[in-house]
C-alpha cells in the first residue's frame, strides 16, 4: 500500500471508528515515522477534493464519505495481489484452513465482523507478510481453475488494526472488485460507516 493510503486509512478509520476528526501532520509523521512532507503530500488530493480542511497547523476531516471515495477510486488493489490460486473448497473452509497471523480483508472481514453475509461469496482475500506467504502456498499450492484465493502484501502498519481490515479500508478493497456480489457487500458496510 502506499504511504498515502497508510495514512488516509489511519485518519479515515479514528473518524469512523473513534470519532476522531482533528489531526496534526506533526502527529501522524510521528506515529508513521515519515516527514511531514510526506504528510502534506498525502493530504493534497482530498484537501483539493474539500473532505479535509486545514487550518494552521491542524487539519480536520469534512467529509467522511467523500473521503472514502477518493481513497477507493486511487485504490489499485490488483497491483497488490503478490499469490493467487484456486481451490475447491467454500469460502468458509478455506477462512479456516488460514494461518494465523494473516488479516482478512473484503468478504471475509465483513462476514467474520457482522456475522453476515449480504450474499453468497466464494473468493478470499488476506493480507500477508513473505512468510505467511509460504505458509499459505503450502495449504494451497497453485492450481489451475479461476483463482479464489489472493494474497495480498501486508503493510508494516496493518496489523495495529487486528485480523481484519478496518471497515474503511475493507470498502474500499471491496470498490475495487468486479464481483456482482460485491455490491452487496459494500451497499450493507457504508450503511455502517456511514451514519
Same mark, same amino acid.
Do not use: H
Given at each position: /500500500?502506499?504511504?498515502?493510503?497508510? @495514512?488516509?486509512?489511519?485518519?479515515?478509520?479514528?473518524?469512523? %471508528?473513534?470519532?476522531?476528526? %482533528? &489531526?496534526?501532520?506533526?502527529?501522524?509523521?510521528?506515529?508513521?515515522?515519515? +516527514?511531514?512532507?510526506?504528510? *502534506?503530500?498525502?493530504?493534497?488530493?482530498?484537501?483539493?477534493?474539500?473532505?479535509?480542511?486545514?487550518?494552521?497547523?491542524? &487539519?480536520?476531516?469534512?467529509?467522511?464519505?467523500?473521503?472514502?471515495?477518493?481513497?477507493?477510486?486511487?485504490?489499485?488493489?490488483?497491483? %497488490?495481489?503478490? &499469490?493467487?490460486?484456486?481451490?475447491?473448497?467454500?469460502?468458509?473452509?478455506?477462512?479456516? @484452513? /488460514?494461518?494465523?497471523?494473516?488479516?482478512?480483508?473484503? $468478504?471475509?472481514?465483513?462476514?467474520?465482523?457482522?456475522?453476515?453475509?449480504?450474499?453468497?461469496?466464494?473468493?478470499? $482475500?488476506?493480507?500477508?507478510?513473505?512468510?505467511?506467504?509460504? %505458509?499459505?502456498?503450502?495449504?494451497?499450492?497453485?492450481?489451475?481453475?479461476?483463482?479464489?484465493? &489472493?494474497?495480498?502484501?501486508?503493510?508494516?502498519?496493518?496489523? +495495529?488494526?487486528?485480523?481484519?481490515?478496518?471497515?474503511?479500508?475493507? *470498502?474500499?478493497? @471491496?470498490?475495487?472488485?468486479?464481483?456482482? $456480489?460485491?455490491?452487496?457487500?459494500?451497499?450493507?458496510?457504508?450503511?455502517?460507516?456511514?451514519?
Amino acid at each position: /500500500m502506499l504511504k498515502k493510503e497508510i @495514512l488516509w486509512r489511519e485518519i479515515l478509520n479514528q473518524a469512523v %471508528e473513534n470519532k476522531k476528526i %482533528e &489531526f496534526t501532520q506533526k502527529e501522524l509523521a510521528r506515529k508513521f515515522g515519515i +516527514s511531514t512532507s510526506t504528510v *502534506f503530500n498525502a493530504l493534497k488530493i482530498p484537501r483539493a477534493q474539500g473532505a479535509i480542511l486545514v487550518s494552521g497547523r491542524n &487539519f480536520r476531516v469534512a467529509d467522511i464519505e467523500k473521503f472514502l471515495y477518493i481513497w477507493a477510486t486511487q485504490r489499485n488493489l490488483e497491483k %497488490e495481489i503478490i &499469490f493467487k490460486t484456486f481451490t475447491p473448497k467454500n469460502a468458509k473452509e478455506t477462512e479456516g @484452513l /488460514m494461518p494465523s497471523g494473516i488479516i482478512f480483508s473484503c $468478504y471475509s472481514a465483513y462476514s467474520q465482523k457482522y456475522r453476515d453475509t449480504p450474499a453468497d461469496y466464494d473468493k478470499v $482475500y488476506v493480507y500477508a507478510d513473505k512468510e505467511k506467504l509460504e %505458509e499459505i502456498k503450502k495449504r494451497f499450492p497453485k492450481a489451475k481453475g479461476n483463482p479464489n484465493i &489472493f494474497v495480498l502484501k501486508k503493510d508494516s502498519f496493518s496489523a +495495529s488494526y487486528g485480523d481484519l481490515t478496518p471497515d474503511v479500508q475493507t *470498502f474500499v478493497d @471491496l470498490w475495487n472488485l468486479k464481483d456482482w $456480489y460485491a455490491k452487496d457487500f459494500l451497499n450493507k458496510l457504508k450503511e455502517k460507516i456511514i451514519k
